[in-house]
């Protein structure tokens, strides 16, 4: 009989305790498992975000994150000194605002604006109706808006809407419905060409851009063209993907690492604890049948090998179950954590990766190791003389 | 002719246990030759030293003063593996409370030391069937310990002890936990089992159990009171 068989038996025998050892380990492990998936989730969600956009180089004015510091002045002549750059693919200037909209008969309201080029990609999706035609400066610039925008004001192609804070408020067309990569849930969001964002903010400064997409080009690499950017304008700077997240990895994210980090930390603490001392009351239970059993000439290492094989059981049942409970778990959490107000809708908290699983197993197989070490001690040191005299007088 | 080589021997052996009140002397200078074949008995009041005494005997503990062989090796030279695998494949154990493991069956029982020593499959099948016969319990061989009564437990941990085809059985008050009846029953169990060759050294308080040996010893505060009875001598 292997130490596997031989395991399974002795977890059978008292199959309550082997039915709780083993929902103990499936419960902490799942929390385990969403730590892990929690404290590299919003980093992979978040590149997943701006890796959709098809540009995989930001550039700005300072060292201030894409949207959170001053524009870039002269942005066309910028725009196309970096064009002509061999190691760049295309360089899209996007603007920022924020209007008061009225739609017509409908109460003011806000709206976040995009401006961006037709040339344009990956800014955001068309989802009904036509995109942006390029501005001719007659008539009413064309506008696309996100759903949400869209019902709030009952909204769809052909819709006018009618920005309301400007001294002379300026109509626009709606020319189709489009979804954004990083609209929060309830935001509403509306983008338009530069000439558009002009005319809708005519009080903003007219040759400027928030932020530069940059495109490599296929095969070329990211780092290639960030640093062809900083060679050429060593005023500007330029973020990878990779820099972005870095930084936010740093800052706004590591809340959630460190948050993991513990969780994660107490969730292994009272997994090993749980198989710990359910392996060491068992052991202590049947101390007199494991000194029979050194007696009739069961080696320490068998019997190492059967509690480890016990402990493997335990944990690895538990942890098998652990992975399911902790999808299942991390997407309630995760539909709780999305709510939070100015969260891009598409972020996730909680994303499943393959590394997360895989250092999950690891902790299981360390787990059991640990957990088995000291009932391990307790069976494989037992004086056998001493306990069979013991338990025959008891 | 030389003489057989003695399977244990014990050379004025002492054992004494460190005890925070002190220390204990549970055996002083005992000394004994059991030889292939011998029927023993040790008896004595509580505490005088007779499970000690059988502890050595069988290699789970060493002795703290004299020399102890075994087929004339001296034990104290051995490593805690060797004397595993001693007391694996040379010595069988039985004790007052059974220690068969609940959730085996009877035949897993007797199976599971065979395994340990490696002997292959078909073999242990066989050794198993016919050594569950022997003790009159071929047809119990599915049954848990908690489904056999207390002798035929014991009839199931005598067949475990003799599953390696020992040379050499020990058995701790045997028939502490038995009514007078099955008492007899195990010791006529003993009985065949030492005319089929095996020696057997049994530490007992039942006078019909140490009766059947044909050496009886006595101990008194962890020394052989002599002289030993020798029946028919």
Redesign the interface.
């Known amino acids: 009989?292997s130490p596997l068989q031989f395991a399974w038996?002795?977890l059978?025998?008292q199959p309550a305790r082997a039915v709780l050892g083993l929902t103990g380990v499936a419960v902490v492990g799942a929390l385990l498992f969403d730590m892990l998936m929690l404290s590299r989730g919003l980093i992979v969600s978040f590149r997943d975000l701006l890796e959709s956009t098809g540009f995989d180089v930001r550039v700005t004015a300072t060292e201030a994150l894409p949207g959170m510091g001053p524009s870039v002045s002269e942005a066309a002549a910028t725009v196309e000194a970096l064009r002509r750059l061999p190691e760049l693919a295309a360089v899209v200037p996007v603007r920022f605002g924020v209007a008061a909209v009225e739609a017509l008969g409908k109460k003011t309201e806000e709206v976040a604006i995009i401006g961006s080029e037709t040339r344009r990609r990956g800014e955001w999706r068309l989802v009904q109706g036509a995109d942006l035609a390029e501005d001719s400066g007659a008539g009413r610039p064309d506008m696309v808006v996100n759903r949400t925008f869209a019902r709030d004001q009952g909204l769809g192609p052909g819709s006018i809407v009618r920005l309301a804070s400007t001294l002379t408020p300026r109509e626009f067309r709606v020319s189709g419905i489009v979804e954004f990569p990083f609209e929060a849930s309830g935001e509403r969001m509306a983008g338009v060409t530069l000439n558009g964002f002009t005319r809708a903010f005519p009080a903003a400064r007219r040759d400027e851009a928030d932020l530069l997409l940059v495109a490599s080009p296929p095969g070329m690499g990211t780092e290639t063209a960030v640093s062809a950017i900083r060679r050429a304008r060593p005023d500007l700077h330029a973020f990878s993907i990779d820099e972005v997240l870095e930084r936010l990895r740093q800052a706004e994210f590591s809340y959630f690492r460190q948050v993991s980090f513990v969780l994660a930390t107490i969730a292994s603490f009272f997994a090993l604890l749980l198989v710990t001392t359910l392996l060491t009351v068992s052991v202590n239970q049947r101390l007199?049948?494991v000194a029979?059993?050194?007696?009739?000439?069961?080696?320490?290492r068998?019997i190492t090998l059967d509690l480890l094989a016990e402990s493997a059981l335990l944990v690895g049942g538990g942890g098998i179950v652990a992975v399911p409970l902790g999808l299942l778990l991390a997407h309630g959490l995760d539909s709780i954590l999305r709510q939070m107000p100015d969260l891009p809708s598409r972020l996730h908290f909680f994303v499943f990766e393959p590394r997360a699983l895989a250092i999950h197993l690891a902790f299981l197989v360390l787990a059991a190791l640990v957990a088995a070490a000291y009932p391990v001690i307790l069976a494989a040191r037992l004086p056998?003389?001493?306990t069979?005299?013991k338990?025959?007088i008891s | 002719m030389s003489a057989p080589v003695a399977i244990v021997e014990a050379r004025g052996v002492g054992k004494v246990y460190p005890m925070p009140a002190g220390p204990v002397e549970a055996l002083r200078d005992v000394s004994l030759t059991v030889a292939p074949g011998e029927y023993v008995a040790i008896s004595g009041p509580s505490g005088c030293g007779k499970s000690t005494l059988l502890h050595l005997l069988g290699c789970v503990d060493t002795p703290t003063a004299g020399s102890l062989l075994f087929e004339g090796h001296p034990v104290r030279a051995m490593g805690e593996e060797e004397r595993s695998r001693i007391r694996l494949r040379r010595i069988g154990f039985v004790f007052q409370r059974f220690y068969l493991l609940p959730m085996l069956t009877a035949w897993e029982n007797v199976e599971l030391v065979q395994s340990e020593a490696g002997m292959p499959a078909a073999e242990r099948r066989a050794r198993t069937r016919e050594l569950l016969e022997y003790v009159g319990l071929g047809e119990r061989a599915g049954h848990r310990p908690s489904q056999l009564s207390g002798g035929e437990m014991q009839r199931v941990a005598i067949a475990r002890a003799l599953a390696n085809r020992p040379g050499l059985l020990l058995a701790d008050e045997p028939t502490g936990e038995l009514d007078d009846e099955t008492g007899e029953q195990i010791g006529d169990l003993f009985d065949r089992v030492n005319a089929d060759g095996t020696a057997l050294v049994i530490v007992t308080h039942n006078p019909a159990l140490a009766a059947r040996a044909r050496r009886r010893l006595a101990m008194r505060s962890g020394r052989l009171a002599a002289p030993s009875v020798v029946a028919g001598s």
């Open positions: 009989m038996r002795s059978s025998r007199g049948e029979a059993l050194r007696a009739l000439g069961f080696s320490r068998r056998i003389a001493a069979l005299r338990e025959s």
